[in-house]
């Protein structure tokens, strides 16, 4: 029985089947060698990715795409750093241009401090990008009312924080989640907040589609067992989900039957 | 010499130097770059057609890691 229910439990973004619902970033990691291993312990199909300018007067300095191959694992370009529309729209463009990416992260952030997205510029530059063809999967706060909005204009996953970036404060608001879930037809992607393995267990339970963890794992003391204790973490929450938590009952029920007790 | 301005810096580089030229220069590898010229994004196949003029701004963009 379980494994039919398995079988059938598939994560598709955009039209395409992940049979991993782990996607993780690659910032914050000590060297490249760092995040392809952890990479690789993660079981991610996905990794995010920022645009920068290239160094251009260190010539000898290592690439990213030395270590992650993009023909082996998907880049999900995003738009971290970007404060508006415009410069999201410039990055995701230059992206797309730089080997055809459609499948991009956008993320308009609003508050230095906090880094909570301004969803006003989100949900305009949505707009623009599903026009122009992309498929986007949208950070995004973790209002029901703006997460439908998105999936309105066209987003192909909605990502709510579960607490602020790179925060580790794992999963605040575990209502307004469980809303979005119920509410949303495209794909729910808990991004930013998760600090360690239940973090990812609980936004499973809740019933997400996937998580999208960097800071967690890169700032771990072993970033490749962080990254396999998360791998665990998403599948084994989304079993739990799956397999239906038992009802709660507020006193105790024996487990070993009473008949024929001597 | 033309003066430009490559990723925020100005440099001086020959006339009539190419978008493409101007990667290979850099010891870059056009499949892992993108450039934006005056803030156009320039398409690939035009990189050896596209030559960079005085006063030009020039974005050479890559990918690294991000969350």
Not at chain 1, 134 to 142: A, H, M, P
Not at chain 1, 236 to 245: D, E, I
Request: aromatic share 6%; glycine share 8%; net charge positive.
């Amino acid at each position: 029985m379980g494994d039919k229910v398995l079988k059938k439990d598939t994560f598709k973004i955009a039209n395409k089947i992940f049979k991993s619902r782990l996607i993780v970033g690659t910032g914050k990691y000590k060297n490249f060698k760092e995040t392809a291993a952890a990479v690789k312990a993660s079981g991610a199909e996905i990794v995010t990715v920022a645009v920068r300018r290239v160094n251009i007067l260190d010539k000898k300095k290592p690439v990213l795409m030395d270590y992650l191959d993009p023909k082996k694992i998907i880049y999900l370009p995003n738009t971290a750093g970007c404060f508006n529309s415009e410069d999201a729209l410039r990055t995701l463009r230059l992206a797309r241009e730089m080997g055809g990416w459609k499948m991009v992260k956008l993320e308009v952030l609003g508050d230095k401090k906090t880094l909570f997205p301004n969803m006003i510029e989100t949900i305009k530059s949505t707009k623009v990008l599903v026009k122009e063809g992309f498929k986007v999967l949208v950070y995004c706060s973790d209002d029901p009312l703006l997460a439908k909005k998105l999936e309105d204009v066209g987003a192909s996953a909605i990502m709510p924080l579960a607490s602020p970036i790179g925060s580790g404060l794992g999963i605040q608001n575990k209502v307004n989640l469980s809303l979005i879930i119920k509410q949303s037809k495209v794909p729910v992607i808990v991004d930013a907040g998760i600090g360690t393995a239940s973090d990812a267990v609980i936004a499973m339970e809740l019933g997400c589609d996937g998580v999208l963890v960097n800071s967690a794992i890169a700032k771990s003391k072993e970033p490749t067992l962080m990254a396999n204790s998360l791998k665990n973490a998403v599948i084994s929450g989304r079993q739990s989900f799956l397999a239906g938590r038992m009802e709660k009952e507020y006193f105790g029920s024996a487990s070993s039957p009473t008949k024929g007790l001597i | 010499m033309a003066k430009i301005q490559l990723n925020g810096k100005k440099v001086s580089i020959k006339q009539k130097l190419s978008v493409f030229d101007l990667i290979k220069k850099h010891k870059l590898d056009d499949s892992k770059v993108a450039v934006e010229l005056n803030g156009v994004i320039i398409a690939k196949k035009k990189y050896k057609e596209k030559l960079i003029k005085n006063n030009d701004k020039i974005e050479i963009v890559h990918f690294i890691g991000g969350g």
